[in-house]
Each structure stands twice: as C-alpha cells, then as structure tokens.
C-alpha cells in the first residue's frame, strides 16, 4: 500500500472515531469546513477580480498603444501629404504661367515695372537666397498702382510678378489640384476658397486639425499682389492609415484573443475546482455520518429517548415501537436528536442545517425537506409522534400522551 494512500485510511478512521465519542468534535469540524469553503469563496473572488482587472488593464494599455501608433502614423502621412500638396500646387502654378507664356505669343504682353531697393551693407548682394533690408515696388498694368513689399528675397521678387500674370491668365484651378492628389494617391481638397490675406506666402502654410490631427489644412498666396491667396482642407484617408497598422492591428488582435481564452480557461479551471471543492464537501460529511457504526452490545433500555411510545436509540439509529425495529440513517438520527431535545419547541430550518449539513445552502435545504419525510415515515406507526413544519421557519416534534 502506498504511503499516502495509507495516510488518508489513516486520517479518515481518526475522525470517524472522533466524531463517534464527541459531538464537538463534529461540529467544529462543520464549522471548519465552513470556513475553508467560505475561504475557497474568497479566494476564488480575488482571483476573478484579479483576472478580470488584468483583463481590463491590458485593454487598456492596448487601446492606448493603438490610438499612439494610429496618431504615429497619420503623422506620417500628413508629412507625406504636405509634400505631394506642395508638388500638385506648384505643378498647378506653373501649368498656369504656361498658359501664360503661350498667350502672350498671341496677344500683347502684361508689363510689370520692378524696381528693388537693396541695403547691401548686412551681406552679399550677389547670393539671390540670402535675405536682406529691401523694398520692392511694383508698378502694376490697367490702373496705375503701386505695391511695396520689404523683406523679400530677390528671387521672389520675381515669383510675384509670374504669379500676378498666370492668375489674370486663368484662377487657381481646384479640379487641377484634384487630379494631381488623386494621382499621388490622395484624397482630394475640401473647403476650397479663395481670400484676402495682406501675408505673402511664398510657400504653401500648413495646419493640421481634426479629432486625431487627420485634416491638413492649406493656405497659400496664389496672387499676392492683390493679397489674393487660397485656402482648402485635405483629410488623410483612413484605408492608407489603416494599411500602415496592419500588421500591428493583427498583432494586438491576435493577443487579446489569447488573454480571452487564458481568462475563459482559468475561470473554468476555478469553476470546476469549486465543484470538486462542493463535492469532496458532501462526500466527506456523508461518510463520517452514514459510516457511523453502532455498538457492539446491545442497547440498553436506558440509553433510549422517549417519544410517546417509541424508543429512539440514537447511537444504534434505531426506532422501535412495540416488537417493530425501524433502522434510519445517520443523517437522519441526528435531526431527529435535535428535535426530540426540544420537544414542543419550534427548531429553525437554520439550526438543523447548520448542525447536521455544516451550512445552510439551499441544496442542503431541499435535502433537510427528504429527511423529514423519511422520518415522518418512520415514526408513522406511532400515532402519539408527529413532526409538523411551520412554513420558511422550521419543524417542531410533538409528542401525545407521552406518560402512556
């Protein structure tokens, strides 16, 4: 036989024989597995609680990682966006300063007279890049009007006056614009306007707004020596955010799917550990009361509990009325213990669970309802003896003609 298996015989016989000789022995039994059951409750709570904020604390940390990575990557395709948008309207300027070139073939040309006033004591005049203390006045065609501009670079000077020529050739076209962005793979402009604005934009200025900074707002001076500039919207398109998290997006749901089936799995675990708990309960308790073995000797007319005009010998769970002998479970001899030391006296359903069950779950409930049916049974052929119950409260012996 092997060690342990010997151990458990032994540890079982021990608390058979402890529980025959002494009733508190019993009960603080009861009352111990009570309280590891009410311990196993607990813990079984702490750890679903535990599980379950893990859950959530890893959800979370996942959401925010994407909302990062999702910001991460529309900034990555705003940046893109600002260079193919300073291309198609670049392209869009100089396909109109085309048109312009051509036209003038045909019809007589626009002069603009240019004069510059540079201070070249703060650098080199020669670097067309390098601003300086300038003033730059243009003498426009039709009405004779002057526009002065300072703090130019000497190339823009000339920018202007190309732009102020392509835009009496032909306005800022939108659908031009359109088409360059949808071609780069862009989405196209919104809020499409123009206005006036006395900032020279040589290049286009960007702003970004939207919930996630996924809209890209452009200004840029189209004429600006009429402070004529151009203002529109371009949103990043979610497919092209999308298609840069894929991989992470598959990533972060592939691992939530695993920590769901990890917390399914454990609470399952936890679920099916109790049950074995509940069982090993129940088993324990039915054995120490149905192997409950009787004396050897005969019992003696005084150890007998009087009941009208039955003998109840509770060691030998036996009942006998006249020449009848009525044998009745262990279980069963203990309620009827209890209720035969309160005769006449209401026992709550509380008290009888509690002393013969360990607890007053509502299984044990319905299992304390089959008892007394069995024992009203048995006690039948004595009229003198019946058990009646008062509804939700509990039962109560009552005995007739007890001195008979």
């Known amino acids: 036989m092997k060690p342990r298996i010997f151990i458990i015989i032994l540890l079982a016989d021990i608390l058979l024989k402890y529980y025959k000789t002494c009733t508190s022995a019993r009960k603080w039994l009861f009352l111990q597995t009570k309280k590891n059951n009410r311990r196993m409750n607990k813990r079984i709570k702490t750890v679903w609680i535990l599980s379950i904020a893990t859950m959530a604390v890893i959800l979370c940390g996942q959401a925010y990682w994407l909302v990062s990575l999702y910001k991460y990557a529309i900034g990555l395709n705003i940046e893109k966006l600002k260079t193919e948008c300073t291309k198609a309207v670049e392209q869009e300027e100089l396909y109109r300063f085309y048109l312009s070139e051509r036209d003038s073939v045909e019809t007589p040309k626009t002069h603009i007279y240019i004069k510059v006033n540079i201070d070249n004591r703060k650098g080199n005049s020669k670097s067309v890049k390098k601003k300086v203390s300038s003033e730059v006045t243009y ?4 009405i004779k009007r002057r526009v002065k501009l300072k703090d130019l670079e000497l190339a823009s000077g000339i920018d202007l006056a190309d732009r102020y020529v392509a835009w009496h050739v032909r306005k800022t076209d939108k659908r031009h614009i359109d088409s360059l962005l949808t071609i780069a793979g862009q989405d196209t402009t919104t809020a499409f306007r123009f206005y006036k604005s006395n900032k020279y934009m040589a290049h286009p200025v ?3 707004s939207g919930t996630f900074g996924n809209r890209l707002d452009v200004r840029y001076s189209t004429n600006p020596l009429e402070f004529i500039a151009v203002a529109f919207s371009i ?9 840069a998290m894929a991989w992470q997006l598959a990533g972060s749901a592939l691992l939530v799917l695993v920590l769901a089936i990890c917390l399914t799995y454990q609470i399952k675990t936890i679920i099916i550990q109790k049950r074995i708990d509940g069982i090993r309960h129940e088993f324990l308790k039915n054995m120490i009361y149905e192997t409950k073995l009787p004396p050897a000797s005969e019992p003696a007319d005084s150890e007998a509990i ?3 005009e039955t003998d109840f010998f509770y060691s030998f769970n036996e009942l006998r009325h006249g020449t009848d002998k009525t044998i009745i479970t262990s279980r069963q001899a203990e309620i009827l213990r209890l209720l035969a030391e ?7 359903r509380e008290e009888l669970l509690t002393e013969v069950w360990g607890d007053d779950s ?5 299992a304390l309802n089959v008892q007394i049916t069995y024992l009203r049974r048995a006690l039948k052929p004595d009229p003198a003896v019946s058990i009646e119950a008062v509804i939700k409260k509990g039962y109560i012996l009552k005995v007739r003609n007890e001195a008979t």
């Not at 949103?235 to 298609?243: E, M, Q, R």
């Not at 509502?362 to 319905?366: A, E, F, V």
């Open 139 to 142: 003498e426009l065609p039709g």
């Open 206 to 208: 960007f702003t970004t």
């Open 235 to 243: 949103t990043v398109k979610p497919s092209n955010i999308l298609a």
């Open 306 to 308: 009087k009941l009208g």
């Open 342 to 348: 309160k005769k006449d006296t209401l026992v709550s």
């Open 362 to 366: 509502y299984s044990n409930s319905m």
